[in-house]
């Protein structure tokens, strides 16, 4: 396991890239499937990483919480190396409840995380509803419990949420994610990508 930070891909203000993915409902994403809700988490994340299943709480909690925020998470894995992180893992977790997101996709490619620019699992990006396009509003931790173990004392991602419904400037305090690295495929990994 070799855990990393994120770093910053993807600036404040620049749109999210696109996509087209499946998700565990059988069903296909786009940006445009989340065009009602005033903002989106999207958080790049797996199955087996124990700093990624340490977020699936707080990631459940935020979608309870918050109606009109999608929450989303993107496994973007080499499931032939890490067999865990394979689709149907993916289902399971959906239907036996420990995944409770508005929607949980696969990035088959691995191309979405590399437009992003994820480094790790998890690894989340908030942007706002900007008259139906979605810009980066933040970068960074969900929280102030860095690694599996940790209990969280701020809840940082809520209060980043808050602030961007509330109308309010969004912190540019870049709080890096801590995880595990994302598995690209041999030969698979991005230009920014130097772990």
């Known amino acids: 396991m070799v855990a990393l930070d994120s770093k910053d891909v993807l600036e404040p203000g620049d749109d999210a890239p696109d996509f087209e993915l499946r998700g565990t409902d059988s069903e296909t994403y786009s940006l445009a499937d989340f065009s009602d809700y005033d903002a989106l988490l999207l958080v790049f994340t797996c199955n087996h990483c124990p700093y990624a299943k340490a977020k699936f709480a707080e990631m459940n909690r935020l979608a309870e919480e918050y109606d009109n925020v999608a929450v989303v998470g993107i496994n973007p894995n080499d499931e032939t190396e890490y067999p865990e992180d394979d689709f149907e893992t993916m289902v399971e977790r959906v239907e036996?409840?420990?995944?409770?997101?508005?929607?949980?996709?696969?990035?088959?490619?691995?191309?979405?995380?590399?437009?992003?620019?994820?480094?790790?699992?998890?690894?989340?990006f908030l942007f706002a509803n900007r008259d139906g396009a979605f810009e980066l509003a933040y970068h960074g931790r969900l929280d102030d419990a860095p690694n599996p173990d940790d209990d969280a004392e701020n809840r940082e991602m809520k209060s980043h949420i808050e602030d961007l419904l509330a109308g309010e400037a969004v912190s540019d305090d870049f709080q890096p994610a801590r995880g595990c690295s994302v598995k690209w495929r041999a030969g698979n990994e991005p230009e920014y990508w130097d772990a």
């Not at 409840?97 to 998890?122: F, H, N, S």
């Open 96 to 124: 036996d409840g420990t995944i409770q997101w508005d929607a949980y996709l696969r990035d088959d490619e691995q191309t979405v995380a590399a437009e992003y620019g994820a480094m790790c699992t998890p690894d989340p």
